[in-house]
């Protein structure tokens, strides 16, 4: 990750509107509070493997936490709990993985006609 404040920056960003506590975020990750905390302060980086992680939970692309310019467009998802356990983010990162499938497989077919 070359931009590691900007993906710090981000992430935090992301973590926060959603609402989510970092402990939530590291026991989804399965890896340590701490861990997250010091990576949101630019002084730890994560594996490729946890921010796809990351990125699924989001609805978002590793580009968002790479390139300045990255557009990041929300998956609506409504909820009616208070309290989202770590199962019911294990069940948002697999439906916002397909989305972001989707959403790329489109892309890929407007490319197609647009050359057509």
């Not at 594996?47 to 790479?66: A, H, M, P, R």
Request: net charge neutral; charged share 30%; with cysteine.
């Amino acid at each position: 990750m070359k931009n590691v404040n900007l993906a710090s920056k981000r992430f935090k960003e992301l973590r926060e509107s959603s609402n989510l506590t970092q402990v939530q975020i590291a026991n989804f990750l399965n890896i340590d509070q701490s861990y997250v905390s010091k990576f949101e302060k630019g002084e730890r980086k994560l594996s490729v493997d946890i921010l796809e992680k990351i990125c699924n939970l989001f609805g978002c692309t590793l580009k968002y936490f790479e390139i300045e310019d990255e557009k990041y467009t929300p998956m609506s998802i409504a909820f009616r709990s208070n309290t989202l356990q770590n199962e019911d983010l294990e069940i948002i990162s697999a439906i916002n993985k397909v989305a972001l499938n989707i959403r790329f497989i489109n892309l890929m077919l407007e490319e197609v006609i647009i050359e057509k």
